[in-house]
């Protein structure tokens, strides 16, 4: 007997998968990297672009607590 070859919905199943894995590690470790920044732009002042780039990385941290929470090891 032989075993069916993997069609691909299966495959594109099992891609799919792995990327989704791979963007909630990500995401997860981004989450806990992000916040290592605020301090030097706490310390530098939140006047004009710096002000922006904080508000950017809170919303930044935001979407990877969002995407990375049910990550598993």
């Known amino acids: 007997m032989s075993t069916p070859a993997p069609t691909r919905l299966a495959s594109g199943r099992h891609v799919a998968g792995l990327m989704t894995g791979t963007v909630k590690a990500v995401a997860f470790w981004a989450a806990i990297a992000i916040p290592l920044a605020y301090p030097a732009l706490l310390y530098v002042g ?8 904080f ?3 809170l ?3 935001v979407v990877a607590l969002a995407l990375g929470h049910d990550h598993k090891r």
């Open 46 to 53: 939140l006047d004009g672009t710096t002000g922006l780039l």
């Open 55 to 57: 508000v950017g990385l």
């Open 59 to 61: 919303v930044a941290n």
